[in-house]
């Protein structure tokens, strides 16, 4: 079964201190992976994509296959980061041309000053 | 400069009232998601279309339905809420086929049932 698990509902670091939001997936076949970001009061937008390998707002994420993880990484964190963030999972969607995303059920990023 | 747009951002419905939530995007994508997230879940995925090919997940109830007039449009029937049914439902888009293409979504219909 397809599944993504984010085991933390709320992680809180110091500014300036390194965060890591972990993910874990179950896939069958090569997964198309995702990070997406809810700030307060907006919509939910992509952060990052794994085959990309880029670094957005100082994020970088990368797939381990062999752990079938996809954690999310900072070096140093902002109060601006404070947000929610969902792995996500693309797969295959069957009997259909189109692509289904996979979500976990979040954790909450909180920054202190 | 939204580009999905859901309405409205909040529905207060009776239970077992039909309610139909609307949403639009100026994107031109193929693809349009709906999405139903209850507190501290993950975004469930109801269903989805590609252009006008409707696919259902196994475990949608049967109480959801959907309707897509054309590519701008699609629109979330609930026959009977029930209590159960009180979630943020999102809306979301994206092109076609590819396995990374990015889904952009709306702000969310809040619906509560009384």
């Known amino acids: 079964a397809q599944r993504v698990t984010q085991p933390e509902k709320l992680l809180s670091v110091f500014k300036g201190a390194p965060v890591e939001l972990k993910c874990n997936y179950s896939?069958?076949?090569?997964?198309?992976l995702f990070w997406y970001v809810q700030y307060s009061r907006q919509r939910l937008q992509l952060l990052l994509r794994?085959?990309s390998r880029e670094s957005i707002k100082g994020f970088t994420a990368d797939l381990n296959k062999g752990e079938t993880s996809f954690h999310l990484k900072k070096p140093f964190a902002q109060e601006e980061d404070s947000a929610m963030y969902y792995c996500?999972?693309?797969?295959?969607?069957?009997?259909?041309?189109?692509?289904?995303?996979?979500f976990g059920s979040g954790t909450r990023l909180s920054i202190r000053p | 400069d939204a580009m999905v747009i859901q309405n409205p951002r909040y529905q207060v419905t009776q239970f077992g009232k039909p309610v139909t939530l609307s949403c639009s995007q100026t994107?031109?994508?193929?693809?349009m998601y709906w999405y139903q997230q209850k507190s501290s879940q993950a975004p469930k995925l109801l269903f989805h279309?590609?252009?006008?090919?409707?696919?259902n997940e196994a475990d949608t109830p049967d109480n959801f339905q959907s309707r897509r007039p054309n590519t701008s449009f699609c629109f979330l029937d609930i026959r009977s809420p029930g209590l159960g049914d009180a979630a943020m439902y999102l809306c979301?888009?994206?092109?076609?086929?590819?396995?990374?293409?990015?889904?952009?979504f709306g702000q969310g219909t809040r619906l509560t049932v009384v």
């Open positions: 996500a999972l693309s797969s295959e969607a069957m009997y259909s041309s189109a692509s289904k995303i996979i």
């Open positions: 279309y590609y252009d006008k090919d409707f696919n």
């Open positions: 979301a888009t994206s092109r076609s086929r590819g396995l990374n293409t990015e889904a952009f």
């Open positions: 994107l031109n994508h193929n693809v």
């Open positions: 896939y069958s076949g090569s997964p198309e």
């Open positions: 794994h085959i």
